[in-house]
């Protein structure tokens, strides 16, 4: 046993990946444990660097949105749309309000599809594959909703600067078909939650579990659902324009434990299918897009949206030229990293993997930039990447 | 001829058709839970060969790797330990072993469990796979609150908890599997039967076989014990609820995580044929229909009732989380008191 500092006493450390099949992204887990019980967890990402700030640098800037689709595959809209929330701020550009609706609508179409997704992931952690298989049957009808939208189901690329790619507009047939498959997923989704809830086995695995107080959440800047689950009302679809024209609950619980983090998610979906049901019935009329826009030198700007996970944001500036300049990108999972370090201790050592994951890690896309010198590894901020490196040419 | 040769010569025969027949049925088993796990989720599933047969084949033909082990020599005898394990634990319960110097009783099938839990234990100390501590690159951060820490493998600590199981968790399987034995007042596997089944003789005619009349399955301490069993036995083959020693989210697969190709292949045969024992175990105990290589009749049936376990068990498999100690404790409590009233109530039979 190792005394390493005053507080607590440690018998061994537990490391699980960055090769590891329970886990997705390559990250590693230290566990530092006394027999079953974790007394402290350490979370290092930075396996995976796909240098994608640097991939924007000096692109025009219809190009460079394109990229910012490619940084998830679970949230692509998100990325896609908050990246066009830039330059529409920071120009001024006017979008139109159908364009405004059918983003709204890809965004909780998509929301569905990473929360299902997110249930699969957790039960198969908790062991469950039949919970975890259903997740992933229900998940397919709003995959099809966003081809049948956007033509593709995992980059539907719907949003364009100054509103949506006209392919992605709204038909009435299309209108009709997405209240009809919503109803019966919303059926079928019901009596899956229900069976989650009347599990007593499944219960205990996520009951009590995972615990992460307010004030926890709040020091820890948890985001999203994370957050939520916590008792913290914190939710930036609330202060969005895009968002004011529809009513909709914010979820909060205060269990703050596993299973809240996974009922919290369960409820947010029923409120996205209220959502998806206002857009298609109180859809406006009229264009799709406003083109009447050049692209000219625009002061670094930023902008927030709410993720699936939590609160993400993009920020860029254009040269001269209209070249992006300076991209940044800050996940949810950045934030969410630290409250899951620290939700984990006094857990087993299976149960922090699942509390890990009831957070709803991404952990590829929150991996910044990284420059290993001289044997020395520390991240650069993107100031000094420019002072050294220079604008790519 | 020397009766004493002949009987050691129908032993030799009798243990060579049965391990065979028992071998190549076992094989089928996987298929047959995937399958039904498969059909539970809403898929297709493997063929049923698959999972079983074919896998095994595949892996004997795979390019051997040696394992990183403590001792990879004896890392590597472990599963052949195992597979001679799991076959005499089967073998003691064919009739022709119950003549041989008691083991066809209590004691050697308890014996062979207690062996093959064991097992578990060396291979989790044994195996160092790169999963878990021996990271080819650096992987500690500068700055760690925790920089000197013992580190451990996972196998390592697939293995404490294996001694934790063999304490605690697989304690309700013994119990169960004493209460036939109390209901016949005798340690032999031949009384057990013979009280259930009086009509057979392994000595009766190749062609006879006899069904038995007052089945301890059908009593209401049998029952309790069958449950208790049925349970036991899913902790005996570490599957869900049960397979914290190798859950796939932390132990990957514990102790066994280093077997590759022909190794991977005898550790598949190791675990089939368990499950194809401890199924067989139960119909001989419970229903009094033992495996008899030499009574077409009576094997087949002890194959086909032996299907029970691993449907029930694959039915479970697809409803059930992994538990953690915080629920493994209370549940090996529950199912130990329940196998002590399932004793009592058999005393007074």
Not at chain 1, 155 to 161: A, E, G, K, L, T
Request: charged share 20%; net charge neutral.
């Amino acid at each position: 046993m190792t005394e390493a500092n005053n507080e607590k006493m440690i018998e061994k450390e537990l490391s699980f990946g960055p090769v590891h099949p329970a886990l997705i992204e390559p990250y590693r887990i230290r566990l530092f444990v006394n027999d079953e019980i974790v007394e402290d967890c350490e979370i290092n990402i930075n396996m995976a660097y796909r240098g994608m700030e640097k991939l924007f640098d000096g692109l025009p800037v219809e190009k460079a949105l394109l990229i910012a689709e490619r940084v998830c595959g679970i949230c692509s809209h998100v990325h896609a749309w908050n990246a066009v929330r830039v330059i529409e701020c920071g120009l001024g550009i006017e979008v139109p309000p159908r364009a405004d609706y059918i983003r709204v609508l890809v965004q909780e179409f998509q929301r569905i599809t990473s929360h299902l997704i997110f249930f699969g992931h957790a039960f198969e952690v908790v062991g469950h594959e039949t919970l975890a298989m259903r997740a992933l049957l229900l998940r397919e009808q709003f995959m099809d909703l966003m081809q049948y939208v956007g033509g593709n189901r995992v980059m539907p690329s719907v949003p364009i600067i100054g509103g949506i790619r006209p392919r992605a507009d709204l038909t009435d047939s299309l209108k009709k078909t997405i209240l009809e498959r919503c109803d019966a997923f919303e059926a079928k989704y019901a009596q899956y939650v229900q069976r989650i809830l009347d599990d007593p086995l499944v219960i205990s695995r996520v009951n009590g579990i995972g615990l992460l107080t307010k004030e926890d959440a709040i020091k820890y800047h948890a985001t999203g659902p994370t957050g939520r689950a916590s008792g913290w009302r914190y939710d930036l679809r609330t202060e969005m324009k895009e968002y004011k024209p529809f009513d909709f609950n914010v979820i909060v619980l205060d269990g703050c434990d596993t299973k809240d983090r996974v009922v919290d998610r369960a409820l947010e979906v029923l409120e996205s299918l209220k959502i998806i049901h206002q857009v298609v019935k109180n859809l406006p009329d009229g264009p799709v897009v406003n083109r009447n826009w050049v692209a000219k030198e625009m002061p670094f700007t930023t902008a927030y949206l709410e993720t699936y996970r939590g609160e993400v944001m993009h920020t860029y500036g254009l040269d001269h030229q209209g070249l992006v300049r300076n991209y940044q990108i800050r996940t949810p999972t950045i934030t969410n990293l630290a409250a899951m370090e620290h939700a984990c201790v006094g857990d087993h050592v299976t149960e922090a993997i699942l509390t890990i994951a009831s957070c709803d890690p991404c952990l590829t896309c929150c991996t910044r930039t990284e420059v290993v010198d001289s044997g020395k590894r520390r991240t650069m901020t993107d100031y000094e990447i420019v002072r050294k490196y220079g604008w790519r040419k | 001829m020397d009766a004493t040769i002949l009987f050691l010569a129908q032993l030799i025969v009798s243990s060579v058709i049965a391990l065979a027949i028992a071998t190549l049925y076992s094989l089928v088993l996987p298929g047959i839970e995937r399958k039904i796990q498969a059909r539970i989720q809403q898929r297709v599933g493997p063929p049923i060969l698959m999972p079983g047969f074919w896998s095994v084949i595949k892996f004997m033909y795979k390019a051997r790797t040696e394992p990183i082990a403590q001792m990879p020599r004896f890392y590597k005898f472990l599963i052949g330990f195992g597979v001679g394990v799991v076959s005499l634990l089967f073998l003691f319960n064919t009739p022709y072993w119950w003549f041989m110097l008691g083991w066809g009783s209590i004691l050697g099938i308890a014996g062979m469990l207690k062996l093959e839990e064991v097992i578990y234990v060396f291979m989790g100390s044994q195996s160092q796979s790169i999963m878990s501590t021996s990271m080819p690159v650096p992987d500690t951060v500068r700055g760690s609150k925790w920089p000197n820490i013992r580190r451990e493998f996972n196998e390592q600590h697939s293995a404490e908890r294996s001694l934790k199981m063999m304490l605690i968790g697989s304690l309700p399987l013994y119990l169960a599997l004493l209460v036939p034995f109390i209901v016949a007042q005798s340690v032999n596997i031949g009384s057990v039967v013979v009280t259930q089944n009086p009509a057979y003789s392994p000595f009766n005619s190749w062609l006879s076989f006899s069904l038995p009349t007052s089945p301890i399955l059908f009593t209401v301490p049998g029952f309790i014990a069958a449950i208790v069993y049925f349970l036991g036995f899913v902790v005996m083959l570490n599957e869900k609820p049960f397979t914290i020693l190798k859950a796939k989210i932390d132990m990957i697969e514990g102790g066994v995580l280093e077997y590759a190709a022909n190794l991977r292949a005898g550790y598949y045969l190791m675990r089939n044929l368990l499950m194809f024992a401890l199924s067989s175990i139960f119909v001989t105990l419970f229903l009094g229909i033992p495996f008899d290589p030499f009574m077409p009749a009576m094997f087949l049936m002890n194959m086909v009732l032996s299907l029970m376990l691993p449907i029930a068990l694959s039915v479970l498999v697809a409803f059930s989380p992994i538990f953690t100690f915080r629920q493994i404790y209370p549940t090996a409590i529950g199912l130990s008191a329940l196998g002590v009233l399932a004793m009592i109530l058999a005393l007074s039979i």
